[in-house]
């Protein structure tokens, strides 16, 4: 069966720390593709990135990093130098290149509460 | 500027009443989606729809149906069966594809009077 799980439920952190969101998934398929997501409090969730099973490369994005490694079956996101617009809560979802539906699996979330 | 909008922000229903909530895209992306989200838990896919006229049950449709008469349009309707209908509503759309991210709109909160 196909889980994404999120274990930290809230996190705080001071202006200017580096935080990271932890994500491990559950999947029997060998194509797969993960997303994180962003939930700022207007509520309307915001796309951050998409990585298919077949590129563990990490990648970067100004002070946004996500690291993937498949042997622990993790796909965690670092924010480095964090400001008060992180402020959010963050998802983590899962797709499964098979199966006859076509829907995201989300984890439940980590609340980031970043203090100026 | 193209996007979803959802309407209206918050919803109050009444016991044995069915509330229909609304949303519209000009993204023109052929799949919309349903997702519920409840406190502290991630979001629930309750329905989507591929192309017009067409439309499968997600994971938790009991309670609740839909509509695609327009590409543009995919309203859901909380039905009195829906016993816990309280949580956040969020309606989706991408292009089709497995690997196509999700655009979404801001939310629908519906609380039971």
């Known amino acids: 069966a196909q889980k994404v799980t999120q274990a930290q439920t809230e996190i705080s952190v001071v202006e200017k720390e580096d935080v990271t969101l932890d994500c491990v998934y559950e999947?029997?398929?060998?194509?797969?593709?993960l997303f994180w997501y962003k939930q700022p409090p207007s509520g309307e969730l915001v796309f951050l990135i998409r990585?298919?099973?077949?590129?563990?490369q990490n990648e970067i994005s100004g002070r946004y990093s996500w690291n993937f490694q498949k042997s622990t079956s993790s796909f965690n996101f670092t924010i480095t130098a964090s400001q008060v617009v992180d402020s959010a809560v963050y998802f983590c979802?899962?797709?499964?290149?098979?199966?006859?539906?076509?829907?995201?699996?989300f984890g439940t979330g980590t609340l980031l509460a970043v203090q100026p | 500027d193209g996007g979803i909008t959802q309407s209206p922000k918050y919803l109050f229903r009444k016991e044995g009443q069915n509330v229909t909530l609304s949303c519209e895209q000009n993204?023109?992306?052929?799949?919309m989606y349903w997702y519920r989200q409840d406190p502290g838990q991630g979001l629930r896919l309750i329905y989507y729809?591929?192309?017009?006229?067409?439309?499968q049950k997600g994971d938790i449709a009991e309670g609740y149906s839909v509509s695609r008469e327009k590409k543009e349009s995919f309203p859901l309707t909380v039905t009195s069966a829906q016993k816990n209908p309280t949580a956040f509503y969020l309606c989706?759309?991408?292009?089709?594809?497995?690997?196509?991210?999700?655009?979404f709109g801001s939310g629908t909160q519906l609380s039971v009077l």
């Open positions: 989706a759309s991408s292009t089709t594809g497995v690997s196509e991210k999700l655009f």
């Open positions: 999947t029997r398929d060998t194509t797969y593709y």
């Open positions: 990585r298919n099973s077949f590129d563990e």
């Open positions: 979802a899962l797709r499964e290149y098979g199966g006859a539906t076509n829907k995201l699996i």
């Open positions: 993204l023109n992306h052929d799949a």
């Open positions: 729809s591929q192309i017009v006229n067409d439309f």
